[in-house]
């Protein structure tokens, strides 16, 4: 059994991510190494699939930490001095029939 493209993807960018907010890599370097894995790695997504999937990352992250205390008010302040940082498009009907 392999991983789809999708999983693929989600394994290397929680990779990624863990590996940036250990300070292993640059904070610049996130996006440029998440878009170099999509086009090495993860050909078949659309740059739609890719910001949902982003967006569903963070918001399950958002999701665990708020049930503990220390981390939920670092969350409220964190909210507070930054918007959300991928915006959601609408997705195409090729998406939203996939995801129902």
């Keep these: 059994m392999t991983f789809s493209n999708r999983e693929r ?10 590996m940036s907010n250990l300070g292993k890599l ?3 370097g996130l996006s440029k190494k998440i878009h170099a894995i999509r086009n090495s790695r993860c050909k078949n997504l659309t740059d739609e699939q890719i ?3 982003l967006l569903d990352v963070e918001k399950e992250v958002e999701t665990c930490l708020s049930q503990v205390p220390k981390f939920n008010a670092k969350l409220k302040k964190a909210k507070e001095l930054r918007k959300q940082g991928y915006k959601k498009r609408e ?7 996939e995801w129902k």
């Design 51 to 53: 910001e949902e999937i």
């Design 91 to 97: 997705f195409s009907e090729t998406i939203q029939e």
């Design 26 to 28: 640059a904070k610049n």
């Design 9 to 18: 993807f989600i394994y290397h960018a929680i990779t990624l991510m863990t």
